[in-house]
């Protein structure tokens, strides 16, 4: 998958929240293995997220 963007795919998602549950996230933060940096390359992408 020389295409794939993880950031991208990220910031649509959190955008489709704001949409579906009529809110606004206000801060958002890596959280899991990946911000530690004892991912794999199997890891997934924990994102936590303040919403207003």
């Given amino acids: ?3 794939y963007n993880p950031t ?3 910031r649509e998602r959190l955008k489709l929240i704001e949409k579906k549950h009529g809110v606004k996230i206000i801060y958002t933060v890596e959280s899991g293995s990946r911000a530690w940096g004892s991912a794999s390359k199997d890891s997934d ?3 936590r ?3 207003n």
């Fill in 1 to 3: 998958m020389e295409n």
């Fill in 8 to 10: 991208g795919i990220i």
């Fill in 45 to 47: 992408y924990d994102i």
């Fill in 49 to 51: 997220f303040i919403y």
